[in-house]
């Protein structure tokens, strides 16, 4: 069964640091989407993309995220200058065309120190 | 606004008895629901969808949920729990402001089953 993938599993990173989360979305899937999960809070999404672009974004997606599907099968999501409050595990999902059921990938657990 | 609010933070059964996890939802148009299991270490798992074709939706490993417009929830139950169904459970709506979904996600309900 087709599943997403993630990597690092887990990212270990110094405040400040630029980090790249990694993604390889269901192959026939074209929407892509990260939330985050804050230990002890609820999931919260971050943002939607669709044909290489970004389709809706929260207010907690601000300048420091970006966004890219580098090549025909990754999705990438980079904090330029990590805080501790990043510190979090991050999810990616991705759902077919026209269709709201995400798959989501096991996460990567972030640890900003 | 689309919301779910998952009325239990805890829930503790034991082997063999039902299990029922609450959820309410809000939502200004015939809402898509869901519910996500994470077990330890692992991602979320859907478990079952509502869409509006029949309001008694059977998922994966026995679980099953049913919507009740006049009492907006959207409750997940299971007839006889086993262990392997300890994790975390989410009730989801899902929400459409522009071109594409996004999930709008409960607190969440760890379920725990006792032997």
């Known amino acids: 069964e087709p599943e997403v993938t993630q990597t690092p599993s887990h990212q270990v990173t110094q405040m400040g640091q630029e980090v790249i989360l990694r993604c390889v979305p269901i192959?026939?899937?074209?929407?892509f989407y990260w939330y985050r999960q804050i230990l002890g809070q609820k999931v919260e999404f971050l943002v939607s993309f669709y044909n290489n672009e970004i389709s809706e974004k929260s207010e907690i997606f601000d300048d420091q995220f970006s966004v890219e599907r580098p090549d025909g099968s990754n999705f990438t999501l980079k904090i330029r200058s990590t805080k501790l409050e990043d510190s979090a595990m991050y999810f990616c999902?991705?759902?077919?065309?026209?269709?709201?059921?995400?798959?989501f990938g096991p996460g990567t657990r972030l640890t900003v120190l | 606004a689309q919301s779910v609010t998952q009325l239990d933070s805890h829930v503790s059964v034991s082997e063999g008895t039902p299990v029922l996890l609450r959820c309410n939802y809000s939502s200004s148009y015939s809402p898509s629901l869901f519910w996500y299991v994470q077990h330890p270490n692992k991602g979320l798992q859907l478990l079952l969808k509502y869409t509006s074709a029949a309001t008694l939706v059977k998922g994966i490993n026995g679980f099953e949920a049913e919507f009740k417009k006049s009492e907006t929830s959207f409750h997940l139950t299971k007839p006889s729990a086993h262990m392997s169904d300890a994790a975390e459970y989410f009730c989801v709506v899902s929400d459409r402001p522009s071109g594409t979904y996004k999930y709008i996600f409960g607190t969440g309900t760890r379920l725990k089953v006792l032997a």
């Open positions: 192959s026939n899937h074209l929407y």
């Open positions: 999902a991705s759902s077919e065309q026209g269709g709201d059921t995400q798959y």
